[in-house]
């Protein structure tokens, strides 16, 4: 009975010790499928709230993905934390009881675990399915291993063409970046999209009595094609001729630029050569400019002298720590700094640039400030409403100052707006951005309507628009539109055609961007 004894006695706390690693095992399983389960209704959650309000290309969703978060609007952040966090925090509740109701562990509960756990993994794999076609990534990937010699072919550096004032007193310069400005906004009578409704119809009328390029018989604009769909893509597009590659723009290739000096230190750009021709240039901006590395490209391309939220500060034109809550400052001080600007850099005896970018309607919705009316029911066409009044405003200014008779401006929308307010359901190449030239050193040419252009050819249109004569009137894959040459797209077919066969080009990788555009400083 002693060896019976003493052979039971040890075994006993043998069956305890590997019965602990069961129960360690079993909490870790929980833990697991808990953390998977809040996942998959994260990302089911924001992929629903992705689908509803945004309307862009992967490319520029991934672009804005890998650039600093610097800047960028605390509501855009809250948004993203509240439709995916809060889902995945509530649906912990429901998970919660269903293991403490399960937890003794009856063969019935450990069947109604095992399903629910294949149950979290199907759900996760089909949400991510989900997300991968929200997204649009399929499209993207089919160019992704695809290459383009379009560069090689059509690509007219700047720096190997003579650009010269035409009569020797080229114009100042305002260039006038509106948010998110689509011709869209205007009434079906007058080009645009909207139902008895015009939310713009003060830069309709300038549209109509300057010099205006469209897409139709009415109003109109150019076409933003892959790589300009965001406002730093949109920004070089319009200033060098060329789009953003996102194979050359990887998280660590982009986030360098500018830390050592370098961006895109192969391009020849609108900075570049107004700065090489005495002009004194400025950059003001109503957030934070080192966002997707503004500052950085304006800074190395030109020279620039740059305004944004901190200056605004400094200056006293905002309170100390002042931030709206949605990107920075409202328009209203953009452009009572704006003013001031350009009485100081009119006094000088060097020509200037002045460019600046407007905020008030960045995505989503825009925001409504102190000085908007609410005359409509959807508060982005407040919005909208509030900027084609103060940009007005502004003009009837610049029109009563002794600079504007040697001063052309340039407005243009940067690039189509990034959710579905005010243009959901309009396919996407009718969705045109908004350009209006003011004061044009030339004449307008005859073909001014019904043509297929992209922001690329803003390039050399802006400059030929301040007097200067461009040889071959073609920088970047950009044409200048008081020529009679056609446009690259034009070139390729007629209508979408063309404009498809363009964007079918620039979404390919190429060779000739990695080894001229994106190189070391020399």
């Known amino acids: 009975m002693n060896n019976e004894k003493n052979t039971a006695l040890?075994?006993?706390?043998?069956?305890?010790?590997?019965?602990?690693?069961?129960?360690?095992?079993?909490?870790?399983?929980?833990?697991?499928?808990?953390?998977?389960?809040?996942?998959?209704?994260?990302?089911?959650?924001?992929?629903?709230?992705?689908?509803?309000?945004?309307?862009?290309?992967?490319?520029?969703?991934?672009?804005?993905?890998?650039?600093?978060?610097?800047?960028?609007?605390?509501?855009?952040?809250?948004?993203?934390?509240?439709?995916?966090?809060?889902?995945?925090?509530?649906?912990?509740?429901?998970?919660?009881?269903?293991?403490?109701?399960?937890?003794?562990?009856?063969?019935?509960?450990?069947?109604?675990?095992?399903i629910a756990a294949v149950a979290v993994l199907v759900?996760?794999?089909?949400?991510l399915i989900f997300g991968f076609f929200v997204l649009r990534i399929p499209e993207y990937l089919v160019h992704f291993g695809e290459k383009s010699t379009i560069y090689e072919e059509k690509y007219i550096d700047p720096a190997s063409v003579a650009i010269t004032d035409r009569d020797g007193n080229a114009r100042n310069l305002i260039y006038i970046y509106l948010e998110s400005f689509e011709t869209t906004y205007a009434s079906k009578e007058e080009g645009g999209a909207q139902k008895n409704v015009n939310y713009m119809p003060r830069l309709t009328a300038l549209a109509k009595e300057n010099i205006s390029f469209s897409d139709g018989e009415g109003l109109g604009g150019f076409h933003s094609v892959t790589g300009t769909g965001w406002t730093m893509g949109a920004l070089l597009g319009t200033t060098s001729g060329i789009p953003f590659s996102l194979e050359i723009f990887g998280a660590s290739a982009q986030n360098a630029q500018g830390k050592d000096g370098t961006y895109l230190n192969g391009l020849t750009t609108l900075g570049d050569i107004?700065?090489?021709?005495?002009?004194?240039?400025?950059?003001?901006?109503?957030?934070?400019?080192?966002?997707?590395?503004?500052?950085?490209?304006?800074?190395?391309?030109?020279?620039?002298?740059?305004?944004d939220l901190y200056t605004a500060r400094r200056l006293g034109y905002i309170p100390r720590n002042y931030h709206n809550g949605f990107w920075g400052f409202e328009d209203k001080y953009l452009y009572k700094i704006a003013k001031d600007r350009l009485r100081e850099l009119s006094k000088s005896d060097r020509p200037f640039n002045l460019t600046m970018m407007t905020i008030d309607a960045h995505h989503t919705g825009g925001y409504v400030c102190s000085i908007c009316d609410n005359k409509y029911e959807k508060k982005a066409g407040n919005v909208i409403d509030c900027t084609d009044r103060q940009l007005y405003e502004f003009i009837e200014w610049c029109k009563q100052q002794d600079f504007y008779e040697n001063t052309t401006i340039v407005i243009t929308g940067d690039h189509p707006r990034m959710d579905n307010h005010l243009v959901k359901g309009v396919p996407f190449y009718e969705r045109t951005v908004y350009n209006c030239i003011l004061n044009a050193a030339v004449d307008a040419p005859s073909a001014v309507k019904n043509?297929?252009?992209?922001?690329?050819?803003?390039?050399?249109?802006?400059?030929?628009?301040?007097?200067?004569?461009?040889?071959g009137d073609r920088l970047g894959l950009g044409t200048n539109l008081f020529s009679e040459l056609?446009?690259?797209?034009?070139?390729?077919?007629?209508?979408?055609?063309?404009?498809?066969?363009?964007?079918?080009?620039?979404?390919?990788?190429?060779?000739?961007?990695?080894?001229?555009?994106?190189?070391?400083?020399?």
Request: with cysteine; net charge positive.
């Open 451 to 471: 043509r297929v252009f992209t922001s690329l050819d803003m390039f050399p249109t802006t400059l030929a628009a301040m007097g200067f004569e461009i040889e």
């Open 123 to 127: 759900a996760l794999l089909l949400s």
């Open 274 to 307: 107004l700065a090489e021709k005495g002009y004194r240039n400025q950059f003001l901006i109503g957030s934070e400019a080192s966002f997707a590395g503004t500052d950085a490209y304006v800074s190395v391309h030109g020279n620039y002298e740059v305004f």
């Open 10 to 114: 040890p075994n006993e706390p043998q069956e305890q010790k590997s019965a602990r690693p069961k129960k360690k095992k079993g909490v870790g399983l929980i833990i697991l499928f808990g953390f998977l389960f809040a996942l998959t209704v994260a990302a089911f959650s924001l992929g629903i709230w992705y689908k509803v309000t945004f309307n862009i290309k992967f490319n520029d969703f991934l672009f804005t993905l890998l650039s600093p978060l610097a800047g960028t609007g605390k509501r855009t952040v809250i948004d993203v934390l509240t439709f995916s966090l809060l889902p995945a925090i509530i649906a912990m509740i429901p998970y919660g009881l269903f293991i403490f109701f399960t937890r003794k562990g009856l063969p019935l509960h450990r069947l109604m675990r095992r």
């Open 486 to 522: 056609p446009t690259l797209c034009e070139e390729m077919g007629e209508g979408k055609k063309g404009y498809d066969l363009f964007d079918e080009e620039v979404k390919k990788n190429s060779d000739y961007y990695k080894k001229h555009f994106f190189r070391e400083k020399e």
